[in-house]
């Protein structure tokens, strides 16, 4: 299975949120595609919505099969509460914390950056989208990268301060990663309980 690159509207209709940041289609039309969606009215089972949040949160953080896999079987060899782990862990994907810091517009820029190695973990290209930050990294754009448009564009007017555990200092164009986050500090909507409940059967 190939990354999915297809409308992002269907896919936040899909689950009925604007997983991808904000969309005008999700707006005027707040049921799922299809030809039926506005009339849909089956009940969905309990693995159904099971499966569902799991693929809420894999399109969410652009992560496929195998990856949420190994991640979430990393997180139940870690110490704490399985669910919170895991989001956590796909929290720490460097793509994601380039998203977090405002250096890309969303994940998929954001991952986008990291392969055409415009960033740098502690100093050092990193292009790895699934690297995983650890608490005192420092994560900044390469210094040929600082002048380009869409990073530049990104930055302009965000708010670092919306996540404690990220701090940024604009004059290196870089942030520290402080900690991970706690589930708390997560804005995503995602029900882990029930991904640690389908990956248990």
């Known amino acids: 299975m190939a ?8 896919i936040a209709r899909k ?4 997983i991808y940041g904000e969309d ?4 005027k039309k707040n049921y799922p595609p299809g030809q039926h969606g506005a009339n849909r009215r089956k009940k969905t089972s309990e693995y159904g ?11 969410t953080y652009g992560v496929l099969e195998r990856q949420f896999r ?10 704490g ?7 956590q862990l796909l929290e720490s994907r460097l793509d994601n914390v380039v998203f977090r810091l405002g250096i890309a517009p969303s994940r998929p820029a954001a991952r986008q950056l990291v392969l055409h190695k415009h960033i740098t973990v502690n100093g ?7 690297y995983q930050v650890k ?15 869409v990073i530049a564009d990104a930055l302009a007017g965000f708010n670092h301060s919306k996540y404690p555990w990220i701090e940024w200092d604009e004059s290196a164009k870089a942030g520290r990663f402080l900690h991970v986050p706690t589930r708390e500090d997560i804005p995503e909507t995602i029900k882990e309980q029930l991904i640690v409940e389908l990956y248990s059967k």
């Open 81 to 87: 509460i399985t669910g919170e782990v895991l989001l």
């Open 124 to 130: 050092k290209v990193v292009n790895i989208a699934s």
């Open 135 to 149: 608490p005192g990294d420092v994560v900044g754009v390469r210094e040929k990268a600082k002048s380009l448009e």
């Open 24 to 27: 005008k289609v999700l707006a």
């Open 49 to 59: 919505i099971q499966l569902r949040e799991k693929q809420k949160a894999k399109y």
């Open 70 to 79: 190994n991640l979430f079987e990393k997180a139940a060899r870690t110490k």
């Open 15 to 18: 689950f009925g949120e604007a």
């Open 3 to 10: 990354r999915y690159t297809g409308p992002k509207s269907k």
